[in-house]
T-cell receptor, first 113, second 113 residues
Framework: SQQGEEDPQALSIQEGENATMNCSYK?????LQWYRQNSGRGLVHLILIRSNEREKHSGRLRVTLDTSKKSSSLLITASRAADTASYFCATDLGGGSNYKLTFGKGTLLTVNP | NAGVMQNPRHLVRRRGQEARLRCSPM?????VYWYRQLPEEGLKFMVYLQKENIIDESGMPKERFSAEFPKEGPSILRIQQVVRGDSAAYFCASSPLDTDTQYFGPGTRLTVL
């Protein structure tokens, strides 16, 4: 698998339910970021979690990071139809190349009204 | 504070023509990054620039592609003699420091006929 690979590829839920997306990566990182992309649009930054952090919250978003398992999860609580989008995790390569973000193919989240 | 701006948003070129994509970073950001997104794929890093300097172009194809970030004006990604395989969405991002969150523009969707 490639660096920054999301799972599942697609997720369909009902409004009000929680959505959990996972990301796995291969090499050591400095930071891991989650982005959202609406169809045909640019990326919106959601949250950044550093390698020395285990959990971070922002509104209805909760991100966890397990560096021992090289994995992260994004939880969206009380989902809304407007949350429908593709979600990407982006990892850096650590060391001196922390600016070089690697993205997976994303998880397509559909929230049905 | 305006976000990252890219223009044009859509660009159509015939094979063999040149494509010029422009990116104006957020105010106060001196680091610019270009990424390419092929259909159904995640973003791939192309190049990292600071004013008047190319810091890392390891993701750039060796031929036909070039990037610059002059002292004055926007960053330019230039693709010479475009081919159909260059059709993609090209995203620019900026950050105040290379260790910080990258903020993405809306992208330029290049279609090569």
């Amino acid at each position: 698998s490639q660096q920054g690979e999301e799972d599942p590829q697609a997720l369909s839920i009902q409004e009000g339910e929680n959505a959990t997306m996972n990301c796995s990566y291969k090499t050591s990182i400095n930071n891991l970021q989650w982005y959202r992309q609406n169809s045909g649009r640019g990326l919106v930054h959601l949250i950044l979690i550093r390698s020395n952090e285990r959990e971070k919250h922002s509104g209805r978003l909760r991100v966890t990071l397990d560096t021992s398992k090289k994995s992260s999860s994004l939880l969206i609580t009380a989902s809304r139809a407007a949350d429908t989008a593709s979600y990407f995790c982006a990892t850096d390569l650590g060391g001196g190349s922390n600016y070089k973000l690697t993205f997976g193919k994303g998880t397509l989240l559909t929230v049905n009204p | 504070n305006a976000g990252v701006m890219q223009n044009p948003r859509h660009l159509v070129r015939r094979r063999g023509q040149e494509a010029r994509l422009r990116c104006s970073p957020m105010k106060g950001h001196s680091h610019v990054y270009w990424y390419r997104q092929l259909p159904e794929e995640g973003l791939k890093f192309m190049v990292y620039l600071q004013k008047e300097n190319i810091i890392d172009e390891s993701g750039m194809p060796k031929e036909r592609f070039s990037a610059e970030f002059p002292k004055e004006g926007p960053s330019i990604l230039r693709i010479q003699q475009v081919v159909r395989g260059d059709s993609a969405a090209y995203f620019c991002a900026s950050s105040p420091l290379d260790t910080d969150t990258q903020y993405f523009g809306p992208g330029t969707r290049l279609t090569v006929l």
